[in-house]
Antibody
Framework: QVQLQESGPRLVKPSETLSLTCTVSGLSVSNGLYWGWIRQPPGKGLEWIASIYHSGSTFYNPSLKSRVSISIDTSKDQFSLNLSSVTAADTAVYYC???????????????WGQGLLVTVSS | EIVLTQSPGTLSLSPGERATLSCRASQSVSSIYLAWYQQKPGQAPRLLIYGAYSRAAGIPDRFSGSGSGTDFTLTISRLEPEDFAVYYCQQYGDSPLTFGGGTKVEIQ
């Protein structure tokens, strides 16, 4: 059974960089397809951030691309997200997830990690 | 960017009733690139439907998806108490991947 777990600081100061890691168990990240990050501001909807393949191929949401970097460490079965120059608008629950398929772009997401609430505040 | 608009925003129904949720895309999406998710309070989204019609593993057959082009529907044939939640559609026919704003199904 594939499981994902987000980790990282729960409080980040404005203008700093938010760094999160997703640890995958039950499957090597090299055997999966794409792996992705999605976020959800409190009380709001879902926003896809970025996705990565084990080879390093990436997809980014253009709305965040200038501030986002996604990477993967196949030796640790982890992938990571860096979001720079954060503001209060970046306060959200951050989820990592596995894409179950790929065609034109990474496809449906399943399973998801439990999510990590990250607050941007001084 | 493909914008997904879900309606209604809130659906108030009783257990045993039928729920019909709509997802409309700003441009045509191939039906094989449309998914539905269920999210309960404090939990991560769970995949229900992918490829517009196909149920994910372990999803009861009271959940069904339909539609094509720009109009898609999630139907819950008979609501069970555990079905009261927020439902999101998602397209993966083009980047960026996008989600609808969600429909909350609440107990009447």
């Amino acid at each position: 059974q594939v499981q994902l777990q987000e980790s990282g600081p729960r409080l980040v100061k404005p203008s700093e960089t938010l760094s999160l890691t997703c640890t995958v168990s039950g499957l090597s990240v090299s055997n999966g397809l794409y792996w992705g990050w999605i976020r959800q501001p409190p009380g709001k909807g879902l926003e896809w951030i970025a996705s990565i393949y084990h080879s390093g191929s990436t997809f980014y949401n253009p709305s965040l691309k200038s501030r986002v970097s996604i990477s993967i460490d196949t030796s640790k079965d982890q992938f990571s997200l860096n979001l720079s120059s954060v503001t209060a608008a970046d306060t959200a629950v951050y989820y990592c997830a596995r894409h179950r398929d790929y065609d034109i772009v990474p496809a449906q997401l399943d399973p998801w990690g439990q999510g990590l609430l990250v607050t941007v505040s001084s | 960017e493909i914008v997904l608009t879900q309606s209604p925003g809130t659906l108030s129904l009783s257990p045993g009733e039928r729920a019909t949720l709509s997802c409309r895309a700003s441009q045509s999406v191939s039906s094989i690139y449309l998914a539905w998710y269920q999210q309960k309070p404090g939990q991560a989204p769970r995949l229900l439907i992918y490829g517009a019609y196909s149920r994910a593993a372990g999803i009861p057959d009271r959940f069904s998806g339909s539609g094509s082009g720009t109009d898609f529907t999630l139907t819950i044939s008979r609501l069970e108490p555990e079905d009261f939640a927020v439902y999101y559609c998602q397209q993966y026919g083009d980047s960026p991947l996008t989600f609808g704003g969600g429909t909350k199904v609440e107990i009447q």
